[in-house]
C-alpha cells in the first residue's frame, strides 16, 4: 500500500486533508518525524496562515532541508503550494525555494479578498494531476495572495488577474485551490496524485 505521510506543518487543516484521503480508501499519516517523512511514498504539504508563522513553524521543527531533499512526489496545498516558491510578500520572507517565482498579494481589481469560492481552474493538457479532470473544472479556493503565472505554471485560474492555480518543478508540484474542499474534482486530483504522478 501507498505510504502517504501529511508534512506536520502546525496548520489548522491537516485533518481535513487527511479524511480526504480516508474518503478515497487510502491511509494517511500526519507526521513530523523526519524519518518518517523520507520513508513515504507521497508528501503532502498543506497549510492555511500565514507564510512567515508557517515558516518559523518548518524552522522550529527542523523539516526545512527534509523537505527540500525530498526525492519522492511532494503535493503543496495552498499556503503549501505558495512555500513552495522562493519568497512571499506575506511578512516579506524568503521560502522553501523548490521552483521559482513569489507569491504576492492578489492585486486590487475591486474583488473582495480573499478569494473565497468556486473558480474555473485551467490546465495544461496531458498533466498527470489533473487526468480525467473536464478542462475548465471548478475547485474551492480561499487564499489572498497568490503566484503569478510563471514557467512552473501548470494550471491557471483568474481573480480579476491571471494566477496559477497549479505549478510544478521536478518531483514538487503546487495547488492554490483545496482539493480537499473540491468536491469529485479535488477527489479524483488527490487520487491522480497517489496513482498517476510519479
Known amino acids: 500500500m501507498t505510504q502517504i505521510t501529511i508534512i506536520d506543518t502546525g496548520c489548522a487543516n491537516l485533518s481535513s486533508v487527511k479524511f480526504a484521503f480516508d474518503r478515497l480508501g487510502y491511509r494517511a499519516e500526519i507526521t513530523r518525524d523526519i524519518q518518517k517523512i523520507q520513508a513515504a511514498d507521497k508528501l503532502l504539504l498543506p497549510g492555511v496562515g500565514t507564510a512567515m508563522a508557517a515558516m518559523r513553524n518548518l524552522q522550529e521543527r527542523k523539516l526545512i532541508d527534509c523537505i527540500r531533499n525530498a526525492t519522492q512526489p511532494v503535493l503543496g496545498i495552498c499556503l503549501g503550494m505558495q512555500l513552495m516558491t522562493e519568497f512571499s510578500t506575506e511578512g516579506n520572507v524568503a521560502t522553501l525555494g523548490l521552483m521559482s517565482g513569489q507569491t504576492d498579494l492578489i492585486p486590487d481589481s475591486g474583488l473582495p479578498l480573499p ?4 473558480n474555473k481552474v485551467h490546465y495544461m493538457a496531458d498533466h498527470p494531476l489533473f487526468a480525467g479532470i473536464e478542462q475548465d473544472s471548478h475547485f474551492y479556493f480561499v487564499h489572498s495572495y ?13 481573480y480579476g488577474v491571471d494566477f496559477s492555480a497549479a505549478i510544478a518543478n521536478k518531483n514538487f508540484y503546487g495547488v492554490q485551490f483545496h482539493p ?8 479524483l486530483l488527490l487520487r491522480n496524485f497517489v496513482e498517476k504522478v510519479k
Open 115 to 118: 478569494h473565497m469560492g468556486w
Open 146 to 158: 497568490a503566484v503569478q503565472p510563471n514557467v512552473n505554471t501548470i494550471a491557471t485560474s483568474c
Open 180 to 187: 480537499e474542499r473540491s468536491g469529485k474534482n479535488g477527489a
